[in-house]
């Protein structure tokens, strides 16, 4: 059964940084893509940072380009997301999810985990 666990949301004043981690089980982890996706109040999911299985490839969306990075850790089948210079538009619950390799669309293949609730203040 696939599991993923994201954590470590919180409230951050402006200007402020969270790292946020996916704890993913079930499935051969080094063998997917991870993203990492958020949906604000009112609004569509949507993507925010995905990495390869070898971790040499990433991808970000525009509007995080520069102050948020994505790792992981195969070894302990772990997805980060490191968010810096955050924004009150960060504000949004944020989710991980897997999704096939190799692949720029990062479309996400399993059921959605609970997310973290990130909440940037002005």
């Known amino acids: 059964q696939v599991q993923l666990v994201e954590s470590g949301g919180g409230l951050v004043q402006a200007g402020g940084s969270l790292r946020l981690s996916c704890a993913a089980s079930?499935?051969?982890?080094?063998?997917?893509?991870m993203g990492w996706y958020r949906q604000a109040p009112g609004k569509e999911r949507e993507f925010v940072a995905g990495?390869?299985?070898?971790?040499?490839?990433?991808y970000y969306a525009e509007s995080v380009k520069g102050r948020f990075t994505i790792s992981r850790d195969n070894a302990k089948n772990t997805v980060f997301l490191q968010m810096d210079s955050l924004k009150p538009d960060d504000t949004a619950v944020y989710y991980c999810?897997?999704?096939?390799?190799?692949?720029?669309?990062?479309?996400?293949?399993?059921?959605w985990g609970q997310g973290t609730q990130v909440a940037v203040s002005s």
């Open positions: 999810n897997r999704a096939p390799n190799n692949s720029p669309l990062f479309r996400p293949i399993d059921y």
């Open positions: 079930g499935f051969t982890f080094s063998s997917y893509a």
């Open positions: 990495i390869y299985s070898g971790s040499s490839v990433t």
